[in-house]
Nanobody, 126 residues
Framework: QVQVVESGGGLIQPGGSLRLSCEASGSILSSSFKGWYRQSPGKQRELVAIFSSSGNINYADSVKGRFSISRDIVKNAMFLQMNSLKLEDTAIYYC????????????????????WGRGTQVTVSS
């Protein structure tokens, strides 16, 4: 089964740091990690940090200077370093990637689609 899985969330005090990871697994032919999003209770999912099509990195204003996104092609993974965490950073964090894999029952073909993980909970609380 092809999927992306987030990890690294947890309970952290304000001012602390966490590093989230996103990995793709399964019979993947190719992958492209797009970015991180988050969703707080009662709010819509919002962009945290993404890689643009031109290769630039865009951050939400609320996390600029505190969060840093990176990806490791060799490890086939993407990361989000979160520093100086605030109460309002509490949310479920989701990873978005574009995955290509052999089409089921038609292995000579490939299927490519946008894929989301199930998220990892980050709770900032004193």
């Amino acid at each position: 089964q092809v999927q992306v899985v987030e990890s690294g969330g947890g309970l952290i005090q304000p001012g602390g740091s966490l590093r989230l990871s996103c990995e793709a697994s399964g019979s993947i032919l190719s992958s492209s990690f797009k970015g991180w999003y988050r969703q707080s209770p009662g709010k819509q999912r919002e962009l945290v940090a993404i890689f643009s099509s031109s290769g630039n990195i865009n951050y939400a204003d609320s996390v600029k200077g505190r969060f840093s996104i990176s990806r490791d092609i060799v490890k086939n993974a993407m990361f989000l370093q979160m520093n100086s965490l605030k109460l309002e950073d509490t949310a479920i964090y989701y990873c978005k990637a574009f995955l290509c894999y052999p089409t089921p029952q038609k292995p000579d073909y490939q299927t490519c689609q946008e894929s989301w993980g199930r998220g990892t909970q980050v709770t900032v609380s004193s």
